[in-house]
Nanobody
Framework: QVQLVESGGGLVQPGGSLRLSCAAS????????MAWYRQAPGKQRELVAL???????NYADSVKDRFTISRDNAKNMVYLQMNNLKPEDTAVYYC?????????????WGQGTQVTVSS
């Protein structure tokens, strides 16, 4: 089992920055990929960024060059540095972990943290 807890959300002005953190506990060794998703009211949840165990990263086009995902395996943490925030970035951000157990993939989600970009 893997548990994920996000933190760092809040209210920020357009153009500002915010750093989200996700702490993982449990079967950390089984995690292969960690990612950040977001979901705004009335919209589908979308992938924001992901990072593999080999530190390969992928970003949604809408956040490329503004957001940076990173992980610290020693601390069991994944981060999302968000710069030049825009109102359209407003959403609940969820930490996601892809883990393997018994040769099968399992998905774990955090409870989410609210990010509001407004002046």
């Amino acid at each position: 089992q893997v548990q994920l807890v996000e933190s760092g959300g809040g209210l920020v002005q357009p153009g500002g920055s915010l750093r989200l953190s996700c702490a993982a506990s449990g079967s950390i060794f089984s995690i292969r990929v960690m990612a950040w998703y977001r979901q705004a009211p009335g919209k589908q949840r979308e992938l924001v960024a992901l990072i593999t165990s080999g530190s390969n990263t992928n970003y949604a086009d809408s956040v490329k060059d503004r957001f940076t995902i990173s992980r610290d395996n020693a601390k069991n943490m994944v981060y999302l540095q968000m710069n030049n925030l825009k109102p359209e970035d407003t959403a609940v951000y969820y930490c996601h972990a892809e883990a393997v157990r018994d040769l099968r993939q399992h998905d774990y989600w955090g409870q989410g943290t609210q990010v509001t970009v407004s002046s």
